[in-house]
C-alpha cells in the first residue's frame, strides 16, 4: 500500500460501509472475470453465435448475457451481426450472433507477435523467402506428426477429426462440420479453425498459411481448399475437404 494511501478498512468505516461489503467485493470481481473471459472463450470458439446460445451453454440469464456482451461491444472487443436469412427460423426479426472483433482477438494470445515478427523477418533477410516457408513447413508438421505419421487414408473422416485435434491441442480451436450434398455445394467436410495463435504473425508471412494447406492437402491425401483465414480478418480459418461423408 503506498504511502497516505487508506486501508480497504478504514476507507469502508469513512464511508458508512460495512467491511463485510468491501471485503466481498474482491470474490465478486474475480466471478466478474471469470466469466466474461468464459464469454469470450465462447465467441472465440463458436462464433457468431446468439446471446441465447451463450446463456444455456453458460447457465447464465439474459440480462446476465447483456450486460458482458454490451462491455465486450463497447470496448471494441465484438461486434453484433443479424443472423443469416438461412440461419433464421420461425417469425420476428431474426437474432443477432455476436462475435469477437480483430480487437479483441489481439488481446487473447499475442503477447509475443513483435518478437515472433521480428524473428521471422530476420530469417527472411538471412535464408530469404525458401528458409520462411522452410520454417512455416516444419512447424505445421511438428503439429500434425502425430496424425502424419499413424492415420491411414482410407478413413478420411477420422483422419479430419485427428487432424482438428492436433490443431486444439496447438491453440487453434479447431472443429469439423459436414457440408455440401447440394446442388452447386460439393460434398465434404470443413475444418474451421476458431482461434489463430498466429494471426498477427501470419498476416505479414502468408507463408505459414500456405504451409497449412499443404500440410492438410497430404495428410489427408486430397486436395484441399482455404476458403477463409483469420489473418485476412475472417472470423475463422476454414478448409474444405471434398470427400464423401457419411451421415
Known amino acids: 500500500m503506498k504511502f497516505g494511501q487508506a486501508s480497504p478498512r478504514a476507507s469502508a468505516a469513512a464511508s458508512g460501509m460495512a467491511v463485510s461489503q468491501v471485503l466481498d467485493a474482491a470474490p465478486a470481481v474475480s466471478h466478474d472475470g471469470q466469466t466474461r473471459a ?66 479483441g482477438r489481439a488481446k487473447l494470445n499475442h503477447a509475443y507477435d513483435d518478437l515472433a515478427s521480428a524473428a521471422m523477418r530476420q530469417l527472411r533477410e538471412i535464408g530469404g523467402d525458401d528458409a520462411v516457408r522452410t520454417f512455416a513447413r516444419r512447424r505445421i508438421d511438428a503439429i500434425l506428426g502425430d496424425v502424419a505419421a499413424g492415420t491411414p487414408h482410407n478413413d478420411p473422416e477420422a483422419t479430419v477429426e485427428q487432424v482438428a485435434a492436433a490443431l486444439t491441442k496447438a491453440g487453434y480451436a479447431a472443429s469439423t462440420q459436414k457440408v455440401g450434398g447440394s446442388a452447386g455445394s460439393p460434398q465434404g467436410v470443413q475444418i474451421c479453425q476458431h482461434h489463430c495463435p498466429v494471426s498477427h504473425v501470419a498476416a505479414e508471412f502468408p507463408e505459414l498459411c500456405e504451409a497449412e494447406q499443404e500440410a492438410f492437402a497430404e495428410v489427408l491425401g486430397t486436395h484441399v481448399q482455404r476458403l477463409a483465414t483469420i489473418a485476412n480478418g475472417d472470423c475463422a480459418c476454414t478448409t474444405h475437404i471434398p470427400i464423401n461423408v457419411s451421415h
Open 38 to 103: 468464459a464469454v469470450v472463450r465462447l465467441l472465440m470458439e463458436s462464433g457468431p453465435i446468439t446471446a441465447g446460445e451463450i446463456g444455456d451453454r453458460l447457465g447464465l440469464s439474459a440480462a446476465g448475457v447483456r450486460r458482458h456482451l454490451d462491455a465486450l461491444i463497447d470496448a471494441g472487443d465484438a461486434v453484433a451481426n443479424p443472423a443469416a436469412a438461412w440461419q433464421h427460423h420461425g417469425r420476428g426479426r431474426p437474432a443477432k450472433r455476436y462475435l469477437l472483433t480483430a480487437d
